[in-house]
């Protein structure tokens, strides 16, 4: 694969809120300090929101692409994240990013095989090869 750009332009527009945007993209996102800093703004995508999302996004879409390749077929999948922010030797750092991905399978013996291409699919996230965050993936499955 050659190299590729994305580009993201950012307008402040008040305060702690700007707009985000892509000339390659449709839609904007208004992004804003989060409410646990001073002059937060509640109801609105942080960069930690946008973070962790990033994380999540590309471990679903690298799962979709293991999971095709292994030829292993699954019902549903669904996932939620929860990113940790500290503050480590004076500075703040996502330490960690919490993937918890939800599963559905036919075959309860396809289990070990789902978790093994889940974990591979974390493995080979080219979002969670480019950080420091740890990223851990606690999985659950459900048979239909």
Known sequence: MEKHSYNVNLKWEKDRLGTLSSNELPSKIEVA????????????????????????????????????????????????????????????????????????????????????ILQKSEKACLISNSIKTEVLVQPTFNFQ
């Open 33 to 116: 300090t989060p409410p646990e800093f001073d002059k937060g703004i509640p109801n609105i995508w942080s960069p930690e929101h946008l973070y962790t999302a990033s994380i999540l996004s590309c471990f679903m879409t690298t799962f979709l692409a293991v999971a095709e390749f292994s030829k292993f077929e699954f019902i549903d999948f669904q996932c939620s994240s929860d990113g940790i922010l500290e503050k480590v030797e004076g500075k703040y750092l996502m330490t960690q990013v919490i993937i918890k991905p939800v599963l559905t399978i036919i075959d309860p013996n396809d289990t070990e095989k789902a978790n093994r």
